[in-house]
């Protein structure tokens, strides 16, 4: 939870105080956040430590005061990075007098950005959301908190690039990216560098994926190369079937 957001939140309290709001959240004096998370569904991986890392932040502002004297109350639903749970998770939040939603996955914000709007409840979106998003005239309750997918497919095919002395005209770059809204996002992008900068662009979609496991692999590469670490999983992909280790 970004220094932005405890902002956001100090003017949200005192919004609740000047309509005498009897939610909750106002009864207790605690501001209620919505927290979703995957702990145990295919994203994994990144929910058993980010998770915990947003409460830890939570217990960290709660312990020089709260926000505007008020204790922040995080109240968490492992969806398992599927939507119809993110979906009913954010409307018992709603229920519970939430000011806020911690948005986990793309498919989730793409499911709850008009709830969002409608609602006028600001949602975050960390890994990494809808790269629209980041326009805030279009979407007013939709906090981006780190770089976009197609800022992101940007940087890496231009770092790319710097590796081959400035051109990527004749080369060929590879795309193998989990087949749903976060990793079909930065492919517009990626279609339009691959048109400007004259690189053969080849995408390998893959369905279904649970990280089992990554771990750094050594590797004799040359420079040029970019070193990724090395991932066990299990994956069900259009063209190799259902147990295919990738």
């Excluded at 957001?5 to 949200?12: E, P, R």
């Excluded at 004096?29 to 295919?42: L, M, N, P």
């Excluded at 309750?141 to 890496?156: D, H, L, N, R």
């Excluded at 996002?185 to 690189?199: C, M, Q």
């Amino acid at each position: 939870m970004p220094q932005y957001l405890i902002i956001l939140l100090a003017a949200l309290v005192g919004l609740t105080g000047a309509l005498g709001a009897a939610s909750p959240a106002a009864a207790s004096h605690e501001i209620v956040i919505g927290v979703q998370c995957d702990r145990t569904g295919a994203t994994q991986i990144v929910g058993t430590v980010y998770c915990p890392a947003q409460h830890d932040y939570i217990a960290l502002v709660n312990s020089k005061g709260g926000v505007e004297g008020h204790k922040l109350k995080a109240l968490e639903v492992d969806h398992e990075y599927k939507v119809p749970p993110a979906v009913e998770s954010y409307e018992r939040f709603k229920k519970d007098g939430a000011v806020s939603i911690l948005v986990y996955g793309t498919p989730q914000i793409y499911a709850l950005a008009a709830k969002l709007t409608e609602d006028r409840i600001p949602g975050t979106s960390p890994g990494f959301g809808s790269a629209a998003a980041a326009d805030g005239t279009r979407y007013p309750y939709i906090f981006p908190i780190a770089a976009t997918y197609w800022s992101q497919g940007t940087a890496a095919v231009d770092f790319v690039k710097k590796q081959f002395g400035g051109t990527l005209k004749g080369k060929k770059i590879a795309y193998i990216f989990y087949d749903n809204p976060a990793g079909r996002e930065p492919i517009e992008v990626l279609e339009d560098l691959a048109t400007r900068e004259g690189f053969q662009l080849k995408m390998f979609a893959v369905r279904s994926c649970r990280w089992c496991g990554a771990r750094p692999r050594r590797t004799s590469t040359p420079p040029a190369a970019s070193r990724w670490p090395r991932a066990t999983t299990r994956c069900s992909s259009p063209v190799s079937g259902p147990t295919t280790r990738c």
